[in-house]
């Protein structure tokens, strides 16, 4: 079925960093995304990740993919207070242009 | 551009009304995408629009869910008759495919509360 699975929260000291995993259910996936929305806001894309690469850096972000296990992870790197949201995974279905989201991951940060 | 424009921001109704949600996708955008978040099921795809044609509306809830798209600048997402377990955040957002990427851009969303 389809189906994108993700930790519901996740508590972080402000500098560490932060990783937010996810699970996806179709292997031919072509890209796959990360989000974030903010209080009564819509979404915004953090990042996104073409299904042939490994990686991908950008500034704070790290992008990480295992294609063999499904799995996706962004880490942010010395967290800050700002950060607080949360952060949906999605992915797009290689047979449609459909994208399906995760439940999201509320991060929170402490002092 | 002003982004995905998204009315009403806020609506709240009883029980049995119908009610109408709007949406303006960004100029030059093939796809429109009708989105439900709730705590209890998180952000769920209700249907999807390509060059204003449904392609996927397995998401819709029931039958007392409808949604057009008249026009490339256009759509609409209609309940009725309303049931308080519809109360919900309903985005709407679109994107481009020529990029590749199919990045969407989401409105601010529209709350509705059904009592």
């Known amino acids: 079925g389809e189906d994108v699975e993700q930790s519901l929260f996740l508590s972080v000291r402000e500098g560490d960093s932060s990783v937010i995993n996810c699970t996806y259910t179709?292997?031919?996936?072509?890209?796959l995304y990360w989000y974030k929305q903010e209080p009564g806001a819509g979404l915004q894309l953090l990042t996104y990740i073409f299904s042939n690469m490994d990686m991908k850096q950008d500034q704070r972000l790290t992008v990480l993919l295992n294609k063999k296990d499904k799995h996706l992870s962004l880490r942010i790197a010395d967290t800050q207070t700002g950060d607080s949201a949360i952060y949906f995974c999605?992915?797009?279905?290689?047979?449609?242009?459909?994208?399906?989201f995760g439940s999201g991951t509320r991060l929170s940060i402490r002092p | 551009d002003a982004g995905v424009i998204q009315s009403p921001r806020h609506e709240v109704t009883e029980m049995g009304q119908e009610v109408t949600l709007r949406c303006k996708p960004i100029?030059?955008?093939?796809?429109l995408f009708w989105y439900r978040q709730t705590m209890m099921r998180g952000l769920e795809l209700l249907i999807y629009f390509n060059n204003n044609v449904p392609i996927d509306d397995s998401g819709m809830p029931e039958d007392r869910f409808s949604a057009k798209m008249p026009n490339a600048s256009f759509s609409t997402l209609k309940i009725q008759p309303s049931e308080p377990r519809d109360s919900a955040v309903y985005f709407c957002a679109s994107s481009d495919t020529t990029s590749g990427a199919n990045v969407l851009t989401f409105g601010a969303g529209s709350r509705l509360t059904v009592l």
């Open positions: 999605a992915e797009r279905y290689s047979s449609a242009s459909k994208i399906i």
């Open positions: 100029s030059g955008h093939d796809y």
């Open positions: 179709d292997s031919s996936s072509t890209y």
